[in-house]
């Protein structure tokens, strides 16, 4: 009562509180994601703002606006279309500005390797890792080799849960998120998974100690690309679902991955894990061309390339190569 300290959706802000300076501060966090005109409803009830976010992640989107079960989610148009944030005009309007450049969530410099050098310019400060050769840190790349049809990949979705069943029974005291490009394979995957719990003790087990533990704040989840900022797990399974289709043919389509934000997006992919990444992946990398001015698709290519090589830059991949299942 005597220092209130309120947290809140902007909706509820603007529905529920006196318009007037009712705070000394307002800190608007994930601001990326926040448009001014949902913003406004805070701002205008503090005497002071912080405004706090990465342009380098996701901008506010209308992905899931309009978008329903007669709509291609796989096109090339970016459907996901990025609107200005609140934290672009705070950059423009605000000062003094900081830049937080200490990276402290990775415990292996393969995972903030890639996205310090090709998204932040090498300038973030990173703590060389103790455990540079261990088999369960860093990253990791599993060819599937499965095909692409009706917006999934089934035979890269068993591989998954394979992988994520075995690392369950395994890494018991290890948190896992999972995180695919599409919705159709996110529900795939977790209505496979949810079949497995309720066969397998041991995924079970896993599934309601992460649901339980630190009240849930680390509990297993099955996402899709564009639910993940802000989650952070001790190991990330990725899947890029894309493939070549039951024909052989690969089509360079990624949905909004294509699009102007896709590589903001695959930075907030790419950074979400404490201690390994391991992608799964039915690309062919030798008929993986993305244009030069897509750099969303360039980056998730590079992306395979650094997992198969933990070389960063471009190097030429051998169509088979890669971990194995």
């Not at 005291?173 to 919705?183: C, E, I, T």
Request: proline residues 5%; hydrophobic residues 40%.
């Amino acid at each position: 009562e005597l220092f209130p300290c309120w947290m809140m959706v902007p909706n509820s802000v603007a529905q529920h509180l006196p318009r007037s300076e009712f705070f000394d501060l307002v800190i608007i966090d994930e601001a990326s994601q926040m448009t001014p005109e949902t913003a406004i409803s805070a701002l205008m009830r503090a005497k002071n703002a912080l405004i706090s976010g990465d342009t380098n992640q996701l901008p506010p989107t209308n992905f899931f606006r309009g978008l329903n079960d007669e709509e291609d989610e796989d096109v090339d148009e970016d459907i996901a279309t990025a609107e200005e944030s609140i934290l672009e005009l705070a950059n423009t309007m605000f000062h003094p500005k900081h830049r937080l450049r200490w990276h402290y969530r990775s415990k292996h410099e393969e995972l903030i390797a890639f996205s310090n050098h090709y998204v932040y310019d090498s300038d973030l400060v990173i703590f060389p890792s103790p455990h540079a050769s261990s088999d369960s840190m860093g990253v990791r790349l599993v060819r599937t080799n499965g095909t692409f049809h009706k917006k999934i990949n089934p035979a890269e979705a068993q591989v998954m849960v394979e992988h994520i069943a075995n690392f369950m029974r395994q890494h018991p005291k290890r948190s896992l998120g999972v995180v695919v490009m599409n919705q159709s394979q996110m529900e795939q995957i977790d209505s496979m998974m949810l079949r497995l719990a309720e066969q397998d003790t041991k995924v079970a087990s896993y599934i309601d100690y992460w649901a339980a533990e630190d009240e849930g704040l680390q509990k297993f989840f099955v996402k899709n690309l564009e639910n993940v900022q802000g989650d952070e797990r001790d190991v990330i399974f990725i899947g890029t679902v894309y493939g070549a289709d039951p024909d052989g043919r690969f089509y360079q389509r990624f949905g909004p991955i294509n699009g102007p934000s896709g590589k903001r997006r695959l930075n907030v992919l790419f950074t979400r894990a404490k201690e390994e990444i391991v992608t799964f992946s039915s690309i062919p990398m030798e008929q993986f061309q993305p244009n030069a001015n897509n750099e969303g698709a360039s980056l998730l290519k590079l992306w395979l390339q650094f997992c198969a090589t933990k070389r960063l830059g471009e190097v030429v991949i051998e169509s088979g190569s890669g971990g194995t299942p």
